[in-house]
């Protein structure tokens, strides 16, 4: 039978003590388990391995922390055709399907193929380095510098520097706007509770074919959030004058881009599957974490 990975909040005993307790379930089911062992210090007796050793036939990835964590998890797994389980020990919690509570009851089920799966669209973020003395070639696999997988957003952003700088955008070859802000978040439906919201983007519903393109505090008030075609091929690039810009992906990588560099996002290939509760909906969600309804 396929292994079972964990993966484990940093820093937080409480993730170690709630592993120990599902890997008996997970023993008792036929199954080993794999805890990757980076960031945390494990007992002797658990079957630990490193983030390169994991293999690619889990029978699923079971995240202990919180939506970061499920973030980490899913950056790891990459194109990996592996569900990801997530037990909330954060604050929020969007991406996460149980309790601590309810882990061994929820872990129990999703072994048994009790728990219902649900498929999450991921971007593809290219960055193009291309030639200063031909800034309008069209990028080629000989100008590809990194490529990335998210599962939330793509953040084009300025942080070591308290002000605006610009950004072209380009939707499917067609100009939008040069943006002047503190920075650009495309952001998928998944991430659409995250970075978006917080910047005044909209709520999409998990299952929609939309992208978000929000900027983050611009400077013209009428430079209002954009819903795009999940297909579309978004282009961003840094202004000329613009310096120390830092591309983001869902909070858990980053690389820093230089004068020039052509940022492309658009639909991966491959989408995540995560575990759904069985009883409670996206607005159940929405009610608990948003407080929506409750008078104060």
């Known amino acids: 039978m396929p292994p079972?990975?964990?993966?484990?909040?940093?820093?937080?005993?409480?993730?170690?003590?709630?592993?120990?307790?599902l890997v008996h379930v997970v023993r008792e089911l036929g199954h080993q388990e794999l805890v990757l062992r980076e960031h945390v210090d494990l007992p002797s007796w658990l079957c630990s391995v490193g983030e390169k050793e994991l293999p690619t036939d889990l029978a699923m990835l079971v995240?202990?922390?919180?939506?970061?964590?499920?973030?980490?998890?899913?950056?790891?797994?990459?194109?990996?055709?592996?569900?990801?389980?997530?037990?909330n020990l954060g604050r929020l919690g969007f991406l996460t399907c149980s309790t601590p509570h309810e882990a061994m009851e929820t872990l129990t089920a999703a072994l048994h193929g009790k728990l219902p799966m649900e498929q999450r669209h991921r971007l593809r973020c290219r960055v193009y380095r291309l030639p200063k003395d031909q800034p309008d070639v069209t990028p080629g696999p000989e100008h590809l510098l990194v490529e990335r997988t998210a599962l939330n957003d793509v953040v084009v952003s300025q942080p070591k520097m308290a002000r605006l700088f610009e950004l072209d955008a380009f939707v499917d070859g067609d100009a939008v706007t040069t943006y002047r802000a503190d920075g650009l978040i495309i952001s998928t439906p998944t991430g659409s509770t995250a970075y978006n919201l917080a910047a005044g983007g909209p709520i999409l519903m998990p299952n929609m074919e939309a992208v978000v393109m929000s900027p983050i505090c611009p400077h013209t008030l009428t430079a209002r959030p954009l819903v795009v075609h999940l297909r579309s091929l978004i282009e961003v690039r840094p202004g000329k004058d613009a310096s120390q810009v830092l591309l983001t992906i869902d909070g858990q990588w980053s690389h820093m881009l230089e004068p020039g560099d052509l940022v492309q996002v658009t639909c991966s290939d491959r989408p995540l599957t995560i575990y759904r509760p069985l009883c409670r909906s996206f607005f159940d969600l929405l009610r608990t974490k948003l407080h929506w309804g409750v008078r104060v």
């Open 63 to 87: 995240s202990l922390g919180g939506d970061g964590t499920m973030l980490y998890g899913a950056g790891i797994l990459g194109d990996r055709s592996v569900p990801l389980l997530g037990v």
């Open 4 to 21: 079972v990975g964990f993966i484990l909040k940093r820093d937080q005993p409480e993730s170690v003590a709630l592993c120990e307790k």
